[in-house]
C-alpha cells in the first residue's frame, strides 16, 4: 500500500498500531524506552515510529524492538506559520513557566504527529516518545476518536486543558486534509503546538483517566493522585529523564524506573511500587 507523502520501511502488520513520534537523536532514546515497554506489556498490535529523517544508527534500536518505521517530513505549512512557531519565538510569546523544554525540543515537530492520520491503520494509539507503558493499554483501541486525558500536574484548573501525550485517533486522509486546512490559517498561534490545535479540533473530546496518562509532576505536586496500581502510562512531560536536569532529585524513583525499562534487563512490577508518602 502506497502512503502519499511516506515512506514505509514494510507493510502494516496489523490494523492497529501504536505511534510515536521521533526528530532526532534524543527522542529516538525515548522511544526505544517506550517501545520495550508496551513489547512488556504484551500486544499484538503494530509499533509505528514516524521519523523525520533520523539517522540510521538511532532507527536501528526501534527496529530491533520490532518497530515499523516510517519516513515522513514535517508538515508542508507556511513560512509565516514557521516563523511564528519557532523555537525562540514561541518561547518569547508563550513563555512555559511551569518547567524546562529541553534543548532538544523544537516546537515546530510536534505538529508532525498530525501526520499519523496518513497511516494505513484503522485505529491507532499515539504516545510520545517520553512515556513508558506499564500496564497493557489495549483496550483503548476500542476507544472512539478522540480521546486522551486531562491535562493534570498542578491543581484542578488543569482539568480544563487535554494532554495531547496519549490520545486515541481514526486515521483518514480527509481528517488529514480537514486538519491542515485548519491549522494553517493567516495569523494562527498555537501556543501549546499539537497540544492547543488538538483541543480545538476535537471540542468534545472525551476524557480518559488521569492514570492512562500520569504526568510526571503529580509525583510532587499532588502526590495524594498517584497510585501505582492504577498507573497505565507514565509520561516524562517538560524534562526528559535521559536529561541531566533540575527536577531530577525530585523525581528520581521515576527516572531510575525510566532507566531500567532504556536498558535490557527485566523490569519490576510497577503496580508493587511505593507510592509517595
Ligand atoms: N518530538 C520530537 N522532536 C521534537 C519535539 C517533539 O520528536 O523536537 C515528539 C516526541 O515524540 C515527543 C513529542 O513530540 O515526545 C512531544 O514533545 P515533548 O514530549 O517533548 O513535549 P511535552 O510532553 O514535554 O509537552
Ligand atoms: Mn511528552
Known amino acids: 500500500m502506497t502512503l502519499p507523502g511516506l515512506q514505509s520501511d514494510r507493510p502494516a502488520g496489523s490494523d492497529r498500531a501504536f505511534v510515536t513520534l521521533v526528530t532526532n537523536a ?17 500486544t499484538d498490535a503494530d509499533l509505528c515510529v514516524l521519523h523525520t529523517g533520523v539517522a540510521a544508527a538511532h532507527l536501528a534500536p526501534l527496529a530491533a524492538l520490532g518497530a515499523r518505521l516510517v519516513r515522513c517530513e514535517l508538515l508542508p505549512t507556511s513560512p509565516a506559520f514557521n516563523a511564528a512557531h519557532a523555537r525562540d ?8 513557566t511551569k518547567g524546562e523544554k529541553p534543548p532538544f525540543h523544537t516546537p515546530l515537530d510536534n505538529f508532525a504527529k498530525l501526520r499519523l492520520w496518513q497511516l494505513d491503520y484503522a485505529r491507532v494509539v499515539f504516545v510520545d516518545a517520553d512515556a513508558l507503558v506499564l500496564q497493557n493499554v489495549d483496550k483503548l483501541f476500542d476507544y472512539p476518536e478522540f480521546c486522551a486525558a486531562p491535562n493534570v500536574y498542578e491543581s484542578l484548573a488543569d482539568f480544563h486543558r487535554m494532554n495531547s501525550g496519549v490520545f486515541t485517533a481514526r486515521p483518514s486522509q480527509a481528517t488529514y486534509r ?25 471540542p468534545d473530546w472525551h476524557g480518559l483517566p488521569v492514570f492512562c496518562n500520569m504526568l510526571q509532576y503529580v509525583w510532587f505536586a499532588m502526590p495524594q493522585l498517584w497510585r501505582w ?25 521515576l527516572i531510575e524506573l525510566w532507566r531500567v525499562y532504556a536498558g535490557d534487563g527485566p523490569v519490576p512490577d510497577s503496580r508493587d511500587l511505593p507510592d509517595p508518602a
Not at 535521559?242 to 531530577?248: F, I, S, T
Open 178 to 202: 480537514d486538519m491542515l486546512a485548519r491549522l494553517d490559517v493567516p495569523e494562527v498561534f498555537w501556543r501549546r503546538t499539537d497540544q492547543s490545535f488538538l483541543q480545538e479540533y476535537f
Open 89 to 96: 519565538a514561541l518561547h518569547g510569546r508563550a513563555a512555559f
Open 26 to 42: 534524543d527522542y529516538a532514546l525515548g522511544a526505544r524506552a517506550l517501545l520495550r515497554s508496551i513489547v512488556l506489556s504484551g
Open 229 to 253: 496500581r492504577d498507573i497505565r502510562i507514565l509520561h516524562f512531560q517538560y524534562e526528559k529523564p535521559w536529561q541531566d536536569h533540575a527536577k531530577a532529585d525530585r523525581l528520581r524513583p
